[in-house]
């Protein structure tokens, strides 16, 4: 009598099943001999049966039709090599001439390729001899894992296999998932029946079921139900006088796949298994602890030697150390600028001769590395310390506002000048005045700085007399001037003023030594702000700090720490950090690269700049004010940002220099 196979290709499984007897039912309900899973699948598609020595496939008015070869029938002759498609699901045919095997009692069939020319009962023992060889020869766990899932579906012919072990919480986990051709099962937790595999883990007793969508001790298991689950074996695996485990075992196409037999071979094996689990955890833990011994013998060994040669040099040694601290920050007080990498200290070596010094600086760095705190630095520790120091933004105001600014105003110089103000030059006479972004000057406005650094002498608008002034300058930009000379954006007679002495202020991302340390600084800052306890930092959380590039520096690390006090716990963990530092990048709403092939520095600067105006305005619904606030800019500057990179029309510029007239003329009115 011949023989019908079926491989069944079906959502990335392949499953082989035979039959003798017809006819063989193929759906998608529970009733049918081939089961299948595809929702276009009517729930009885077809129908294979037998009409003398031959197959024919029979179309059960399925609502998408049964195709043999690509053309749809309504009963058709199979022939071997024959292909049926099931509504997207494949099923290969083949018809054998070769004498049956007796199939198990209650069953029509099963896995093909599972048991040769061997007696069932012979095959096993004979599987089961040389599977427990290969076991107890197999001595690295992640390897013995799937050696013992293969081996079980092999040794008792099931579709599927998975092993699941308790975790430290004593919870039921899959470790291993395989199918019958040993290839792994993605997401092996949501593939088979967690509730069949936690009651024989809690229970400790096997369970076994020839048809388990009809089995009633899973009816309130939906988990059945939805994998269309057929044969189900499920064994305990016993370790130190308890279940610490389960095999799972199961065939979703055919019922009756397993016997009674099959279920003491099973429980056998699982004997078997976790006898091998144990001797491969205990020579993993043997391992693993002459590991850890010889690593400490080689760190005593190493600390021995350290500290020998400590001692027999430690008077020399003291005396460096001295001489290392005395100067390791410079000779003047820096302390509000937090570093001890080496690039700092070449900082602070470089600021001890600018600070003896009255000639102008100009400090260059990214946003956020700090510049103003160099200038403050500068001007505290230096002969004009006592004097004022005085700073402004230039990107803050528009032209109009910023000349009344510098420069100060007579009365009645505009509408709405009431009274005389001295202008910033003039209040820092005798001290210091720091320009900030003085890259954003307009051509006029750096004409007449110009005039002030060369005579030395500021006219107020509206004026006829000019007013001596004696002042220190310190400028800062974040953009490269030599490139704005180049380009024409900037003065290179004022540049040459200003630039007499240089500072460059390296990004964070290249002392990320000094990270840490200005973590707990910043977040010991923050706490103070808040009045709130500052949260514990762990080395995790510091690991993750280091790693991140910080883009926007030392202001986003503020950011951060002060995001961490006031959400954070006692004790800051990795999953408290923002996702921007988790996942490495340097600031929310701006991603890719900041230089991409062809582009320069200018190019680089206004993407960065843009996309993060455009980031906070939609995070934000498009209020300026807090937008601008996030940024860390005024108003007017966003105003004027917006208008640059065309996010916005010119009546918005216009309306911002008239709020800004307003506030001038209230500062007038005090």
């Known amino acids: 009598m011949n023989r019908l196979r079926l491989t069944v290709l079906e959502e990335g499984t392949r499953t082989e099943v035979a039959y003798e007897q017809d006819p063989v039912r193929i759906g998608r309900s529970i009733d049918n001999e081939v089961r299948l899973a595809g929702k276009l699948v009517s729930r009885q598609h ?86 427990a060889r290969s076991l107890s020869g197999e001595t690295d766990l992640p390897t013995l894992l799937r050696l013992v899932v293969d081996s079980a579906i092999q040794l008792l012919k099931a579709e599927r296999g ?74 305990p695996i016993r370790g130190e006088g308890r279940v610490q485990g389960v095999l799972y075992l199961d065939n979703r196409l055919q019922q009756g796949a397993f016997t009674e037999d099959d279920l003491d071979l099973a429980e056998l094996f699982g004997d078997q298994a976790s006898i091998a689990l144990r001797n491969a955890r205990q020579l993993s833990g043997l391992k693993e602890r002459n590991r850890q011994l010889e690593e400490s013998r080689l760190h005593v060994a190493r600390l021995n030697e350290q500290l020998g040669r400590k001692v027999r040099d430690r008077d020399a040694e003291l005396s460096v150390v001295r001489a290392e601290l005395s100067r390791a920050r410079g000779r003047y007080d820096y302390h509000e600028i937090v570093g001890a990498s080496g690039v700092m200290q070449k900082l602070f070596q470089h600021l001890d001769r600018v600070v003896e010094s ?30 004022p120091f005085v700073s402004e933004n230039c990107a803050a105001l528009p032209d109009s506002l910023l000349e009344s600014e510098l420069f100060g105003h007579t009365r009645g110089a505009f509408t709405g000048a009431d009274r005389a103000k001295k202008g910033l030059i003039e209040q820092a006479h005798g001290g210091t005045l720091f320009l900030d972004e003085i890259g954003d000057m307009s051509p006029e406005m750096q004409k007449k700085l110009l005039r002030v650094l060369q005579e030395g002498e500021v006219r107020p608008v509206g ?51 000094d990270i840490p340390l200005l973590a707990e ?109 996030e940024l860390g800019i005024s108003r007017f500057a966003l105003q ?27 500062d007038a009115d005090e």
């Open 640 to 666: 004027r940002k917006l208008i640059k990179y065309g996010l916005a029309e010119e009546e918005d510029l216009a309306e911002g220099e008239a709020d800004a007239v307003g506030a001038e003329v209230g």
């Open 521 to 629: 600084a910043l977040l010991a800052r923050a706490a103070r702000e808040a009045q709130r306890p500052a949260p514990l930092l762990t080395p995790e959380v510091l690991a993750a700090l280091s790693r991140c590039r910080w883009t926007g520096n030392v202001r986003e690390l503020e950011n951060e720490m002060r995001r961490l006090v006031v959400l954070g716990a006692d004790v800051a963990d990795v999953d408290s950090l923002s996702p921007g530092v988790l996942g490495g990048e340097a600031k929310a709403g701006v991603s890719g690269p900041l230089l991409r092939p062809g582009d320069d520095l200018r190019e680089a600067v206004a993407r960065f700049e843009k996309e993060a105006i455009v980031g906070a305005l939609e995070r934000l619904g498009g209020n300026k004010s807090k937008a601008a606030h």
């Open 463 to 513: 004026a006829t007399m000019s007013v001596k002034v004696d002042v220190r300058l310190l400028g800062a930009s974040h953009c490269n001037l030599e490139e704005l000379v180049k380009a024409g954006k900037f003065r290179e007679d004022l540049y040459y003023r200003i630039k007499v002495l240089q500072i460059d202020l390296p990004p964070l991302r290249e002392r990320a030594e």
């Open 162 to 235: 998975f092993l699941l072990l308790e975790d430290e919480d004593q919870r039921l986990q899959p470790r291993v998932a395989r199918q019958h051709d040993q290839s792994d099962i993605l997401a092996p937790g949501s593939r088979l029946s967690m509730g069949v595999a936690r009651n024989v883990y809690e229970r400790g007793r096997p369970v076994l079921s020839v048809d388990a969508g009809r089995d009633e001790r899973f009816a309130g298991m939906p988990s059945v139900e939805d994998l269309r689950l057929r044969s189900v074996l499920c064994v």
């Open 46 to 131: 077809c129908r294979i049966e037998r009409d003398g020595l031959d197959w024919y496939v029979v179309d059960l008015e399925s609502a998408n039709g049964t195709l043999l070869n690509g053309e749809r029938v309504a009963r058709a002759l199979l022939s071997s090599g024959d292909e049926l498609v099931l509504s997207g699901t494949r099923l290969l045919v083949q018809i054998e001439s070769a004498p049956a095997t007796q199939a198990p009692p209650g069953t029509s069939g099963g896995l093909a390729t599972l048991t040769g020319g061997e007696s069932r009962e012979r095959f096993g023992l004979r599987a089961f001899a040389q599977i």
């Open 358 to 387: 009255d000639l102008p600086v100009l400090i260059q760095g990214e946003s956020g590395t700090g510049k103003e705190l160099i200038a403050r630095a500068i001007h505290f520790n230096g002969r004009r310390k006592d004097k």
